[in-house]
């Protein structure tokens, strides 16, 4: 990354502001993400990425797939192949600092304070082990030192939680035997099951039935309200983010492009992609329009973008001033940030999702 990107990085503090920064369980701070390529380069799939998440709060990282809003969920309890992968900035939870833990203190981190529910829940449950097996050598891996009757006790209650409606029978399920909305909590299950403060969800109601992901976003819903758990939801879906959460930050191309409470950002989109990514989605009430907007073309590769905005080749409102320099957020309004130096010519857009 060069120095003129940096610094365009650099001087947009936050991206999502928490409402009491001082109180966030989460902060992440100007994270960049690299791999290794080719010649023994390292590429940035992520770049200054920025955001608080306050206790019993739900932010949505929103965004068309390949966008990085994996990668940025993943970095959060250093999940990808460090080997092959180089993190930049900082990320803490409850004030620790992510990037500088043993993988001891790591091991402690995950599936303790923070669950993770993974996009595939196949990829994440262990075939030859029935649903309750998994579920107590979690607990157990965590050094809890309960009885048996006191685990079990602990991961039916977990099921409970993640809407089991039978979960001494799950306990002796395996994978196999269960439907994909009965994984997905499972899932849930498992990552509730040691009680933590903050819940990373990628994805999870991909492949899943309308009803079924209602199901499950009421779940989310309910952990937030009853238990104050805080809450990281990745999708590209804008209903799923105007039902559930309480902030969003929408990525494109490895930046957070604008970021604001849900209610701001549905009634007032100022960046061309939030708005692109807005008509592109169904009301969740009355008709249905016959055709729905589409945001011309793809996410192309960052290494076919130019040294400007990353969303020029697909903006209708691009100028040749666009091209020249990385754009740094600028703030719009409370809370509300926005990448983007066209906005007075991004005509006032309105539209009723929730």
Known sequence: MDETTKNAHATTAIAADAPDASGALLRVDNLTVSFAGQKK?????????????????ILGIVGESGCGKSVTAFSILRLHDERTTRYDGH????????FSMSQHELHALRGGDVGFIFQNPMSSLNPLMTIGQQMRETVTAHGSGLSKARIREQCLHALRDAGADEPEEWMGKYPYQ?????????????????????????????????????????????????????????????????????????????????????DEL???????????????????????????????????????????????????????????????????????????IRLEHVSEFRKVIA
């Open 41 to 57: 380069t390292m590429v940035p799939a992520i770049e200054g990425v920025s955001y608080e998440v306050a206790p019993g709060e």
């Open 178 to 262: 269960m439907s994909g909305g009965q994984l997905q909590r499972a899932v849930i299950g498992m990552a509730l099951v040691n009680g933590p403060k903050l819940l990373v969800a990628d994805e999870p109601t991909t492949a899943l039935d309308v009803t079924i992901q209602m199901q499950l976003l009421r779940v989310l819903m309910r952990l937030r309200d009853e238990q104050g758990m805080s809450i990281v939801l990745i999708t590209h879906d804008m209903g799923v983010v105007a039902q559930v959460c309480d902030r969003v930050a929408v990525m494109y191309l490895g930046e957070i492009v604008e970021s604001a409470s849900v």
């Open 266 to 340: 549905f009634a007032h989109p100022r960046h061309p992609y939030t708005r692109g990514l807005l008509e592109a989605t169904p009301p969740l009430e009355g008709p249905h329009p016959e055709r729905l907007s589409t945001i011309p073309g793809s996410v192309p590769r960052l290494a076919e973008v130019g040294p400007g905005c990353r969303f020029a080749s697909r903006c209708p409102f691009v100028a040749e001033e666009c091209k020249v320099a990385p754009i740094a957020l600028q703030k719009v309004g409370d809370h509300h940030q926005a990448r983007c």
């Open 91 to 98: 990320v803490e939870v409850n004030g620790h600092d992510v």
